[in-house]
């Protein structure tokens, strides 16, 4: 299956120092492609992962559930641990949810989530396996970013499949929060209108993160890896991993 241009994972070698980026539900490595080049900046090596059926086609992604997603998320970690000492992950969406589940299973040195969604503002979603009777894919809309455009690849369209299994991983990730003892970062939007912003004291509270921080984004929608305050989102995600395993 081809790969949408724009949509291809990369690697930014670096120091010994590693990032693992781990793109949104629906959309693909590009949109944390900026906050790649800025660790890459501060001289991070840093990975971007393209999850299984992202960044193709909507009927590919159909055929993928979230085991497959996450397989994608550790075969990157693996990589990634070859090549330096020290392995940070940072996610997007349920990206974030799939570091989060990647930190209760392997030693990441820390964690940054931005908008992770335990909770979702789509009222819809109670009647999904009505819908599903019906169709198959649901319109998914798409928000402009100033000078960030070029980085927003993502599907028009996502299988209704996928949002069941998605809901399933939620409630999966939710039980392993208790075990997410790594210092954890979590930026969220205040005007995020598809995760509720609850999500993240939620999260917060679950964490068994002793060293665990709670940032608002005042002015930000849902991929703030590419609004208006993504560069203070990349600030505080290089800070605190420029702060190092050894001082945890």
């Known amino acids: 299956m081809a790969i949408m241009r724009g949509a291809e994972p990369f690697l930014l070698p670096g120091g010994d120092r590693g990032v693992l980026l781990i793109h949104g539900f629906g959309g693909a490595p590009s949109e944390m492609r900026l906050l790649g080049d800025y660790l890459h900046g501060r001289g991070f090596t840093v990975l971007g992962v393209r999850l299984a059926g992202h960044g193709t086609s909507p009927e590919d992604m159909a055929s993928t559930k979230w085991p497959h997603w996450y397989a994608a998320v550790e075969d990157g970690y693996h990589l990634l641990g070859g090549l330096c000492g020290e392995v940070n992950v940072a996610g997007l969406s349920m990206g974030a949810l799939l570091a989060f589940k990647l930190a209760a299973e392997y030693p990441a040195a820390r964690i940054a989530?931005?908008?992770?969604?335990?909770?979702?503002?789509?009222?819809?979603?109670p009647l999904l396996p009505v819908y599903r009777l019906f169709r198959r894919f649901e319109r998914q809309e798409k928000r402009k970013y100033a000078g960030g455009e070029l980085y927003n690849v993502a599907y028009d369209y996502v299988p209704l499949a996928c949002l069941t299994s998605l809901l399933a991983f939620i409630?999966?990730?939710?039980?392993?929060?208790?075990?997410?003892?790594?210092?954890?970062?979590?930026?969220?939007?205040?005007?995020?209108?598809?995760?509720?912003?609850?999500?993240?004291?939620?999260?917060?509270?679950?964490?068994?993160?002793?060293?665990?921080?709670?940032?608002?984004?005042?002015?930000?929608?849902?991929?703030?890896?590419l609004d208006v305050e993504r560069e203070q989102v990349f600030r505080q995600v290089g800070d605190f991993f420029a702060a190092g395993a050894v001082n945890d």
């Open 113 to 125: 989530a931005v908008n992770a969604p335990l909770f979702i503002f789509d009222r819809r979603l």
């Open 171 to 225: 409630r999966h990730v939710d039980g392993l929060l208790p075990f997410v003892d790594r210092p954890a970062l979590m930026l969220q939007s205040r005007n995020d209108r598809t995760v509720r912003p609850d999500s993240a004291n939620h999260i917060y509270r679950r964490l068994a993160s002793r060293d665990k921080r709670l940032v608002w984004l005042e002015r930000s929608g849902h991929v703030a890896t």
